[in-house]
Every structure is written in C-alpha cells, then in structure tokens.
C-alpha cells in the first residue's frame, strides 16, 4: 500500500471553482504548485491554504503523483517534456478540470509518466467520481481518492467522451422531457407541488424498471401500438400547448427508432405549422 507522500498541483484557468478545492484532506497532501508564473502559483497555494509555489519542473518531479487542473493541459505537457534532467519514470499524472480525457497527455508516456482523467459524478456531493487511462496512473488515483474519502468507478480508457455524453443524455437532455411532464401535469389541473411529485415518483418507476428489466421495461402507449391512446393525448397536447404535442411526437419516433420498433406506428399522425396533430382517416 502507498504511504501518504506529497501530490504535486499544476493549475491554470479558474482553480477557485475546481473540484479539487471542495476535496476533503487533500490539502494537507499538496506540496508543490506550479502554474504558468510564480505569481499564480503562490495564488493556487494560497486559495488551497496548502502547498508551497514553484517556478520550475523539477520539485514537481520529486512527487510520485501529479495533479493538473486546467481545461487545456497542453501548456504543462509541454513544460514536462522540456525538464530533461528530471526523473519521471514511473510518475502519475492525473487530468482534472477538463472535459478532454487521457489521450489529451499522451506524449508524456515518452518519459516514462502514465496517465488518467478524473471527473466528479454530478450530484455525488465529492464522493464519487470516474477515472480513465493508464493503470499505474488509475491506481494513484485510486489511493488519491481514497485517502479523501471518496470512491472511483472506472470507465474504458479513451472513453471519456462517451461517458461524458451519457451524463448529458441523463442530465441536460432529460431535462426538457422533466419539464415537459411536469408542466403537461400541472396543465391538467395539479398544483405545481402536486405535478412535481407526481413526475418524481414516475421518473423514479421509470428508473426501477429500467433496472429491472432494461429495455425490456419499456411501458405505455407507444411501445403497445395503441394509436387510439397516442391520438388522444395528442390531440390534448396540441391544444394545451402545441410545442408539447410536437415534442412528444419527435420523442416517440426517436424511441422507436432506438429501440428499433417499426416507426411506422406514427405514420397515421402529421404534425402542422401551427402544432395541431390530427391522424389521418
């Protein structure tokens, strides 16, 4: 098992707003800070209340993991590849702050340094968070997060993107559809509190079943061919809010197309300029 020694922090951009400041008992294993001057150095140092601020390499190469926060590690890369006369075989370097993943660090696999991302799961509060990349370097991480309290989920190396796609896809993409229940529920007559709960708890059955049965769980009128059923709430939809009916109609045929069901199901219906929808005779 590794001892506690010192992380080595090279920050750039909004180092006030990284994750790494909001980490518990990380500070009192930071040593040396780097930046793009001294000056920002001894700023990252002071806003972590930790460390001490270097102007060069070679103190960052006397620790075994190395921390980079900033959106774009190129700048860094560089600098580590022109300290010749340091030593980093066998170091970790860790990517936070930044949507790019491990692949963005690959030259520095040339001395002898392998690399990971780390990434916060939205919503865990700091305890938990997704790595990729090397493994020397996932196992740094691993004991890095550890020794904070927190726990690591491992995604395919290069795949940061993918992953990060899939938070979209449950986050920032699932909203509308969140919203679109919740205000369809409260035109139908519920109070705002009374749709809000209303949409949780389906979401949260939605969610349930998904786990239970994957695709498989897929309920309700367009999975079951009921067309009667589609035209109805169509039709409500349109003159409720013609934006709605046009969002669940696009949503449907998506669904369908996804879980590779016959999207002719909704050849029967047309959707007009002015969002009526109507199927045809």
């Known amino acids: 098992m590794q001892t506690q020694k010192p992380v080595a922090l090279l ?11 909001r980490m518990p008992r990380l500070a009192e294993r930071i040593g040396p800070v780097g930046s793009t001057s001294l000056r920002l150095a001894s700023r990252f140092s002071n806003l972590l209340n930790a460390g001490h601020p270097v102007a060069g390499m070679t103190a960052i190469a006397d620790c075994q993991t190395i921390l980079i ?26 990517l936070c702050d930044s949507a790019l993943g ?6 520095v696999k040339s001395v002898g340094i392998s690399a990971a991302s780390l990434t916060p799961v939205e919503g865990a509060d700091g305890g938990l968070f997704v790595a990729e990349g090397c493994r020397p370097a996932l ?6 997060l550890e020794g904070a309290g927190a726990q690591m989920l491992r995604v395919n190396a290069g795949e940061k993107a993918l992953y ?24 139908s007559g519920l109070s ?8 949780e708890r389906l979401i949260a059955r939605t969610l349930r079943s998904y786990r239970k049965a994957g695709r498989n769980g897929w309920e309700g009128p367009v ?4 067309v009667e059923s589609m035209s ?28 590779k069901q016959d999207t002719l199901l909704l050849s029967g219906f047309e959707g007009h300029a002015n969002g009526k929808v109507r199927a045809r005779a």
Not at 11 to 21: D, E, H, I, Q, V
Not at 80 to 87: G, H
Not at 102 to 107: G, M, N
Not at 164 to 185: D, I
């Open 223 to 226: 999975p079951r061919g009921d």
């Open 232 to 259: 109805r709430q169509l039709h409500a939809l349109a003159a409720s809010d013609p934006a709605v009916a046009h969002f669940y109609y696009n949503v449907a045929a998506v669904a369908l197309n996804l879980f």
């Open 11 to 21: 920050a750039a951009g909004r180092f006030s707003s990284s994750f790494l400041m």
């Open 139 to 144: 196992k740094s991480a691993k004991w890095l």
């Open 192 to 199: 705002a509190n009374q749709a809000l709960e209303v949409t």
């Open 164 to 187: 990060s796609a899939g938070v979209c896809l449950a986050t920032s993409l699932a909203l509308p559809l969140v919203a679109a229940a919740a205000e369809t529920l409260r035109a």
């Open 69 to 94: 926060s900033c959106p774009m590690p190129e700048y860094f890369v560089k600098r580590i590849l022109e300290e010749r006369s340091a030593d980093w075989k066998g170091k970790a370097l860790l």
């Open 102 to 107: 491990s692949e963005s660090l690959a030259a």
